[in-house]
């Protein structure tokens, strides 16, 4: 029995950099890689970061219904293939999904069962730090952002778990202890370990 895994943040919040790290560790999750009309910033790659595809192609594929979840974000169209969602976990893989908020909100309602893991800044002083000093937007940007970052923190109680980037690597840590001890609920190891219980019976 596969996880999936759904990670929110507010922008700014380092839930790329969190992901990146973990990932690095010995967590064995397969990181869902979403479809989205923005374009690539400066040290992004089609298809290891993101499926680039433009305004046109993204409606037809959500007219298709092939996408597990759909979000529109500051004008930019994000969307993760249901497909391969459903391929990937038929085939025991964990999964990852690194999503916004309402993007995890359409998750749960579909795979109740998901597990979601909200990212939360240290403090809205470092948030907007953050923010300022990626230099990628305009500070009416960054503002909004700011103001956006409190709507999604409000609904924070329909996660089931949250961790505080206070420091990169410890965050990560966190979430790889949540993944581990998510793969050893009981129900999961009755699937997993059917033939050691077996044994025994």
């Known amino acids: 029995m596969s996880c999936l895994f759904v990670i929110s943040a507010p922008s700014g919040a380092g839930k790329t950099s969190v992901i990146r790290t973990l990932l690095q560790s010995d967590v064995n999750v397969t990181l869902s890689i979403s479809h989205t009309t923005r374009p690539p910033r400066r040290d ?5 970061d993101y499926f680039f595809v433009d305004h ?7 007219a298709h219904g092939e996408f597990l979840e759909s979000a529109e974000v500051y004008g930019n169209l994000y969307g993760t293939s249901r497909k391969w969602i459903e391929e990937t976990m038929a085939a025991e893989q964990d999964v990852l999904l690194e999503i916004d908020c309402q993007g995890a909100q ?3 309602t579909l795979y109740p069962q998901a597990i979601s893991i909200f990212i939360l800044p240290p403090s809205m002083e470092a948030l907007k730090q953050r923010l300022e000093q990626r230099g990628q937007d305009e500070s009416k940007v960054v503002e909004r952002r700011l103001s956006a970052a409190r709507d999604e923190i409000s609904h924070l109680n329909r996660f089931d778990y949250v961790v505080v980037n206070h420091e990169l690597a410890m965050a990560a840590q966190e979430i790889a202890c949540i993944i581990r001890a998510e793969r050893l609920r009981t129900m999961r190891q009755l699937v997993r370990q059917r033939l050691l219980i077996a044994e025994f019976s």
């Open 56 to 62: 046109a192609a993204f409606k037809e594929m959500q």
């Open 106 to 108: 359409q998750v749960r």
């Open 44 to 48: 992004e790659q089609n298809s290891r």
